[in-house]
Every structure is written in structure tokens, then in C-alpha cells.
């Protein structure tokens, strides 16, 4: 009788065990995205992001301040910090051809200079899109893309993927 229950619980506990082993095969092998660094671009557009992402989400950091010297952003002048952070949308995450992809609703802090030179502080709702590919310094790249509610959009860095300075990507696709 004891041996029968022993046999029970160590199959109880071998089962439990494969069980936990296929669900982190099936987590790992599911595309993802995660990584962070500071990001190269043009004079005034470095910026610092953070950000993971899968099919079941994910969330998305990207800081412009301290680093940025300044630069043309809807009514401000000048932008001294901006702050974009948000949720990546369940099943928006696409990789194809080493490049990840992945969006969301986002808010955006920003303070800056009107033209006057008056500070001005907004805080915006966004839609955003967050392009990456792997690697490290200087082999990594990322863009993210701004949609405001009246339909215009902005690039960061500019118009193409810039490199991280520093930092990593890891995409599994």
C-alpha cells in the first residue's frame, strides 16, 4: 500500500513537472521582443527606451531628457523632456525578416519651449508603433513612431532606424 502511494505522488509530481517544462517551451518559443539602451540620432533626439513584448503584451518606455538637446515638436520649440509610455497591444507584436514590431496606446509627458520661449508641459494620449532589430552597440537599431488623436505622426530618431549607443535587443521570432 505505501509503495503504491509513493508510485502516485512521484507520478503526480513527474507529470507536474513535464507540465511545467512544455509551458516554458511554449512561452520561450513564442515570439518576442525585450531589450533597452540609449539610442543614436540626430542632435537633439537620443533618447533612452526600455521595452519587452509578446503576444500577450508587453510594455514600452522611452525617455528623451537630459540627453536631447533640444528639438521641433508639435507646438513646442523646443523640447527639453519627453516622456512616451504605454502598453504594446496584445497580439500586435509581428517579426519578419529580423526586424520586431509592435504598438499600442501610449501617454506622452513632454515639457518645452513655445516659440515665445514660455515653458509649456502637456501630457497627450498616443497610438505609437515601436520598430527594432537585434543586437548590441551599434548593431541594434530602433524608431518609434507617434500617432496624435488628429491623425498627424512623428518619427524618433528622424526618418530611418538608428543605432543604440549602448545597450541590447533580443528578438525570438
Given at each position: 500500500?505505501r509503495?503504491?502511494?509513493?508510485?502516485?505522488?512521484?507520478?503526480?509530481?513527474?507529470?507536474?513537472?513535464?507540465?511545467?517544462?512544455?509551458?516554458?517551451?511554449?512561452?520561450?518559443?513564442?515570439?518576442?521582443?525585450?531589450?533597452?539602451?540609449?539610442?543614436?540620432?540626430?542632435?537633439?533626439?537620443?533618447?533612452?527606451?526600455?521595452?519587452?513584448?509578446?503576444?500577450?503584451?508587453?510594455?514600452?518606455?522611452?525617455?528623451?531628457?537630459?540627453?536631447?538637446?533640444?528639438?521641433?515638436?508639435?507646438?513646442?520649440?523646443?523640447?527639453?523632456?519627453?516622456?512616451?509610455?504605454?502598453p504594446?497591444?496584445?497580439?500586435?507584436?509581428?517579426?519578419?525578416?529580423?526586424?520586431?514590431?509592435?504598438?499600442?496606446?501610449?501617454?506622452?509627458?513632454?515639457?518645452?519651449?513655445?516659440?515665445?520661449?514660455?515653458?509649456?508641459?502637456?501630457?497627450?494620449?498616443?497610438?505609437?508603433?515601436?520598430?527594432?532589430?537585434?543586437?548590441?552597440?551599434?548593431?541594434?537599431?530602433?524608431?518609434?513612431?507617434?500617432?496624435?488623436?488628429?491623425?498627424?505622426?512623428?518619427?524618433?530618431?528622424?526618418?530611418?532606424?538608428?543605432?543604440?549607443?549602448?545597450g541590447?535587443?533580443?528578438?525570438?521570432?
Open positions: 500500500m509503495q503504491s502511494g509513493r508510485r502516485a505522488v512521484l507520478s503526480i509530481g513527474v507529470t507536474i513537472i513535464v507540465l511545467f517544462a512544455a509551458q516554458s517551451t511554449a512561452i520561450a518559443s513564442s515570439p518576442s521582443v525585450s531589450g533597452g539602451g540609449v539610442v543614436d540620432g540626430a542632435l537633439g533626439t537620443t533618447s533612452q527606451l526600455g521595452f519587452n513584448a509578446s503576444s500577450a503584451g508587453g510594455q514600452f518606455l522611452c525617455v528623451m531628457a537630459g540627453r536631447s538637446g533640444g528639438f521641433q515638436f508639435g507646438p513646442w520649440d523646443s523640447i527639453q523632456q519627453m516622456r512616451v509610455e504605454g504594446v497591444e496584445p497580439a500586435s507584436l509581428s517579426v519578419s525578416g529580423g526586424v520586431a514590431s509592435f504598438s499600442g496606446t501610449a501617454t506622452v509627458h513632454v515639457v518645452g519651449r513655445t516659440v515665445t520661449g514660455d515653458v509649456m508641459t502637456a501630457t497627450v494620449t498616443v497610438s505609437y508603433t515601436s520598430r527594432q532589430t537585434a543586437g548590441g552597440a551599434g548593431v541594434a537599431t530602433h524608431r518609434l513612431e507617434v500617432t496624435f488623436q488628429d491623425g498627424s505622426h512623428v518619427s524618433f530618431p528622424g526618418l530611418g532606424m538608428e543605432p543604440l549607443r549602448s541590447h535587443i533580443t528578438i525570438n521570432p
